[in-house]
């Protein structure tokens, strides 16, 4: 005769299941920060990288016409020192005086100097608008934390309006 046994089931006891919680917990804690650090990292080299691709065409745009993107009208509706005439003077094609046209031809032979029709975001705060001053004097500071660009068309210089890049 056989003599039966009870069965002893198999599996984790509710304190191992907490430790292994708690282990999975002190993990995500160390993870996580590391990385929101990388995508900080990772927006800062995304700035660096539109303000170099932005001065550049900058550039460009002035030795070609002599001034600066928005110092002077763009003809028809774009006025000087306006957001529109800044990123249509870059966007399109454009005479040497700096007159706008969608089409190439003898007349408008210069640009267009971004690759896109629209002036990039911002990648910090994700703004596409640039704030146009005048006052022509270099170490031209941040408005504040609003984002975007800012532009000062007597200088050419360029900067994130973002107090904390601003030294970019």
Same mark, same amino acid.
């Given at each position: 005769?056989?003599?039966?046994?009870?069965?002893?089931? *198999? $599996? =984790?006891?509710?304190?191992?299941?907490?430790?292994?919680?708690?282990?999975?917990?002190?993990? &995500?804690?160390?993870?996580?920060?590391?990385? /929101?650090?990388?995508? #900080?990292?990772?927006?800062?080299?995304?700035?660096?990288?539109?303000? +170099?691709?932005?001065?550049?065409?900058?550039?460009?745009?002035?030795?070609?016409?002599?001034?600066?993107?928005?110092?002077?009208? $763009?003809?028809?509706?774009? *006025?000087?020192?306006?957001?529109?005439?800044?990123?249509?003077?870059?966007? /399109? =094609?454009?005479? &040497?005086?700096?007159?706008?046209?969608?089409?190439? #031809?003898?007349?408008?032979?210069?640009?267009?100097?971004?690759?896109?029709?629209?002036?990039?975001?911002?990648?910090?705060? +994700?703004?596409?608008?640039?704030?146009?001053?005048?006052?022509?004097?270099?170490?031209?500071?941040?408005?504040?934390?609003? $984002? $975007?660009?800012?532009? #000062? +068309?007597?200088?050419?210089?360029?900067? *994130? +309006?973002?107090?904390?890049?601003?030294?970019?």
């Amino acid at each position: 005769m056989m003599i039966r046994r009870p069965r002893l089931h *198999a $599996g =984790f006891t509710l304190v191992e299941l907490l430790i292994v919680v708690v282990i999975l917990g002190v993990l &995500a804690a160390i993870a996580i920060p590391q990385f /929101s650090a990388s995508t #900080d990292d990772s927006k800062v080299a995304a700035l660096d990288a539109s303000l +170099n691709n932005l001065r550049t065409a900058i550039e460009l745009y002035y030795q070609q016409h002599g001034h600066y993107p928005s110092a002077v009208t $763009g003809g028809g509706t774009y *006025a000087v020192n306006t957001e529109a005439t800044f990123t249509a003077q870059l966007a /399109s =094609f454009t005479s &040497a005086a700096g007159v706008v046209s969608t089409t190439k #031809d003898a007349t408008y032979k210069y640009g267009p100097y971004l690759k896109k029709a629209t002036l990039p975001a911002e990648p910090i705060n +994700n703004i596409a608008t640039v704030e146009i001053v005048t006052t022509g004097a270099l170490g031209m500071t941040a408005s504040g934390t609003t $984002g $975007g660009w800012k532009f #000062d +068309n007597k200088t050419g210089q360029l900067i *994130a +309006n973002i107090t904390a890049y601003q030294t970019r």
